[in-house]
């Protein structure tokens, strides 16, 4: 295992994983579900978390992060740890043992499972059903991707192989968790599940390379004509792609938070696929949380939120499966000034473009990597294409998008090439033209505004200009000794803000409607003026 706040890995190798062996078919003495509780150390009871799912055997649970330290590695002196084991848990009430888990999930990470054996993974198992890939039942907000290279399976039925489905796993799902259910609005542990299989072993279905996604009412109808339910002949848990590649796009909100809070919350991110590319999809939104396509009400499942226990807080990002080479219109409710994109993709000849949702007439910078400066070549003065660098962007004032392109790296997989995006104190009239606020509210204020609206300059009539003074208050440098200082009884202080007058002039700002507006509001009478059409715009 490895750890980090930005690359968590697991890596599992030469591994035999075995469910129900001839040796365990003895149903009479099966110890079913006895796992371990912190009300249950010596597992006496019936405590899985699988227990409503009719599971008898599971092999591999999705892997989560909480950021709380459960190994002796990192709560115990190095040498007492180093005579036990760097996996020993270290439990107490709040790092409870790993069967329920109360915490939110902190941030993702990705398993590599490589030259693996899955062994006597039974559908029909002691009356009940066994599987050998799921997700945790605690895990509303994140669960680790995997990625699998030379799987074996030995004696395993194709059934009873994965499970990532709302029909199975609804009974399981409780609490915080509901949302993850087929009635509810989805959830990123579950609706972001992912599994890559990398030569197709793990899969066997004779493709090259594969990818299994969720199958949910939320992801089905996104992924359904590229990928089906069956395996083999049997209705499986899951949605097998082949020779499909999907990936993930993760999202995070920096914008700093208010005082006594731990975070800014926003969203949900919502993607819909370019209905012009010859993509594959053919209809549904991708959105995180989960939601049920463009053809229902959408509802916002499970993102981040906060844990139950103080020492696992939240922290405001959305991650989002996506497919390589496509163009997608991204939409974020409340969109965050600064903000963080993260392509998990290690190939270099992918990408995707992003059309961002931008109501807002500034520019923006963007920073690749730890970079301190942006870097000015990755500043289009057009919109930018699939075959852009990494963090090529433009702002297009007049249709109201953000355009970046994304492009996979291994150094971007290993959280090295992110795009840090933060709004700047600049106008983008056009997407070759960038102006100071200074220089947009100067002489040629009618000339920018009309050219940022997109409209002649003409139809901008100043209808009147109103000089006035006003008191504001002013901030004063400490080392400001002209200022006289305030007293109350023997406390003197000098001030750090005081009165002022400062001018200000107030423009009152008319937009007359075009010909053709008119035309449309006077049944065709393109010489009027449109009676009530509009509202006049206000400047000050």
Same mark, same amino acid.
């Given at each position: 295992?490895?750890?980090?706040?930005?690359?968590?890995?697991?890596?599992?190798?030469?591994?035999?994983?075995?469910?129900?062996?001839?040796?365990?078919?003895?149903?009479?003495?099966?110890?079913?579900?006895?796992?371990? $509780?912190?009300?249950?150390?010596?597992?006496?009871?019936?405590?899985?978390?699988? /227990?409503?799912?009719?599971?008898?055997?599971?092999?591999?649970?999705?892997?989560?992060?909480?950021?709380?330290?459960?190994?002796?590695?990192?709560?115990?002196?190095?040498?007492?740890?180093?005579?036990?084991?760097?996996?020993?848990?270290?439990?107490?009430?709040?790092?409870?043992?790993?069967?329920?888990?109360?915490?939110?999930?902190?941030?993702?990470?990705?398993?590599?499972? $490589?030259?693996?054996?899955?062994?006597?993974?039974?559908?029909? +198992?002691?009356?009940?059903?066994?599987?050998? /890939?799921?997700?945790?039942?605690?895990?509303?907000?994140?669960?680790?991707?995997?990625?699998?290279? =030379?799987?074996?399976?030995?004696?395993?039925?194709?059934?009873?192989?994965?499970? !990532?489905?709302?029909?199975?796993?609804?009974?399981?799902?409780?609490?915080?968790?509901?949302?993850?259910?087929?009635?509810?609005?989805?959830?990123?542990?579950?609706?972001?599940?992912?599994?890559?299989?990398?030569?197709?072993?793990?899969?066997?279905?004779?493709?090259?390379?594969?990818?299994?996604?969720?199958?949910?009412?939320?992801?089905?109808?996104?992924?359904?004509?590229?990928?089906?339910?069956?395996?083999?002949?049997?209705?499986?848990?899951?949605?097998?792609?082949?020779?499909?590649?999907?990936?993930?796009?993760?999202?995070?909100? /920096?914008?700093?938070?208010? =005082?006594?809070?731990?975070?800014?919350?926003?969203?949900?991110?919502?993607?819909?696929?370019?209905?012009?590319?010859?993509?594959?999809? &053919?209809?549904?939104?991708?959105?995180?949380?989960?939601?049920?396509?463009?053809?229902?009400?959408?509802?916002?499942?499970?993102?981040?939120?906060?844990?139950?226990?103080?020492?696992?807080?939240?922290?405001?990002?959305?991650?989002?499966?996506?497919?390589?080479?496509?163009?997608?219109?991204?939409?974020?409710?409340? !969109?965050?000034?600064?903000?963080?994109?993260?392509?998990?993709?290690?190939?270099?000849?992918?990408?995707?473009?992003? &059309?961002?949702?931008?109501?807002?007439?500034?520019?923006?910078?963007?920073?690749?990597?730890?970079?301190?400066?942006?870097?000015?070549?990755?500043? !289009?003065?057009?919109?930018?294409?699939?075959?852009?660098?990494? #963090?090529?962007?433009?702002?297009?004032?007049?249709?109201?998008?953000?355009?970046?392109?994304?492009?996979? @790296?291994?150094?971007?997989?290993?959280?090295?090439?992110?795009?840090?995006?933060?709004?700047?104190?600049?106008?983008?009239?056009?997407?070759?033209?960038?102006?100071?606020?200074?220089?947009?509210?100067?002489?040629?204020?009618?000339?920018?505004?009309?050219?940022?609206? #997109? /409209?002649?300059?003409?139809?901008?009539?100043?209808?009147?200009?109103?000089? =006035?003074?006003?008191?504001?208050?002013?901030?004063?440098?400490?080392?400001?000794? @002209?200022?006289?200082? !305030?007293?109350?009884?023997?406390?003197?202080?000098?001030?750090?803000?005081?009165?002022?007058?400062?001018?200000?002039?107030?423009? +009152?700002?008319?937009?007359?409607?075009?010909?053709?507006?008119?035309?449309?509001?006077?049944?065709?009478?393109?010489?009027?003026?449109?009676?009530?059409?509009?509202?006049?715009?206000?400047?000050?």
């Amino acid at each position: 295992m490895s750890i980090g706040s930005a690359f968590r890995r697991i890596y599992i190798r030469n591994s035999v994983i075995m469910g129900t062996s001839p040796a365990g078919t003895n149903c009479d003495k099966s110890a079913w579900c006895r796992t371990q $509780t912190l009300t249950d150390p010596y597992m006496n009871e019936c405590n899985s978390m699988y /227990i409503a799912a009719e599971l008898r055997r599971v092999g591999f649970v999705a892997a989560i992060q909480t950021a709380n330290k459960k190994s002796c590695w990192m709560t115990m002196p190095y040498a007492a740890c180093r005579l036990m084991s760097t996996a020993q848990p270290k439990l107490n009430d709040c790092h409870q043992p790993y069967e329920k888990d109360i915490h939110m999930q902190k941030g993702l990470g990705w398993t590599y499972f $490589t030259d693996t054996t899955f062994a006597y993974w039974k559908s029909s +198992d002691c009356g009940l059903s066994s599987r050998a /890939i799921t997700v945790n039942m605690w895990a509303a907000e994140v669960s680790f991707p995997a990625t699998f290279t =030379r799987t074996t399976w030995y004696e395993s039925d194709s059934d009873a192989r994965f499970e !990532l489905s709302t029909d199975k796993l609804d009974a399981s799902y409780a609490g915080r968790a509901s949302p993850c259910k087929s009635t509810g609005g989805g959830c990123m542990g579950l609706d972001q599940m992912l599994l890559q299989d990398t030569d197709g072993t793990l899969t066997g279905v004779g493709a090259a390379f594969a990818s299994i996604v969720p199958y949910t009412p939320r992801t089905d109808i996104v992924w359904a004509s590229m990928c089906n339910n069956s395996l083999h002949g049997s209705s499986v848990g899951v949605q097998v792609c082949p020779n499909v590649s999907v990936d993930l796009l993760e999202m995070k909100n /920096i914008d700093r938070p208010m =005082r006594g809070a731990k975070d800014v919350k926003f969203g949900p991110l919502v993607l819909t696929p370019d209905e012009e590319e010859d993509n594959g999809f &053919e209809g549904g939104v991708l959105s995180s949380p989960g939601n049920p396509g463009e053809a229902a009400k959408p509802q916002h499942g499970v993102g981040p939120f906060y844990a139950s226990c103080p020492c696992g807080w939240d922290f405001s990002f959305y991650h989002v499966l996506i497919q390589p080479d496509t163009t997608y219109y991204m939409e974020v409710l409340s !969109l965050p000034e600064n903000f963080k994109l993260r392509y998990w993709n290690p190939n270099p000849t992918d990408s995707v473009l992003l &059309e961002i949702f931008y109501p807002d007439s500034r520019g923006v910078n963007v920073f690749v990597g730890g970079a301190k400066t942006p870097d000015m070549a990755l500043k !289009l003065g057009r919109k930018p294409t699939l075959d852009d660098p990494h #963090g090529s962007h433009v702002v297009d004032a007049q249709a109201l998008r953000l355009y970046v392109t994304m492009r996979g @790296s291994q150094a971007g997989f290993d959280a090295r090439q992110d795009l840090t995006v933060r709004r700047t104190p600049t106008v983008k009239l056009k997407m070759n033209i960038e102006i100071s606020i200074v220089e947009f509210n100067g002489p040629q204020f009618q000339t920018n505004l009309a050219i940022l609206l #997109g /409209i002649p300059p003409e139809r901008i009539v100043v209808a009147s200009v109103q000089a =006035r003074r006003r008191l504001k208050l002013l901030e004063i440098a400490s080392e400001d000794d @002209s200022d006289m200082p !305030l007293c109350i009884g023997d406390d003197c202080k000098t001030p750090g803000r005081r009165l002022a007058t400062v001018d200000q002039t107030e423009l +009152d700002i008319s937009i007359e409607p075009s010909a053709d507006a008119a035309a449309a509001a006077t049944g065709g009478d393109s010489a009027s003026s449109g009676g009530t059409f509009g509202d006049p715009c206000r400047a000050g």
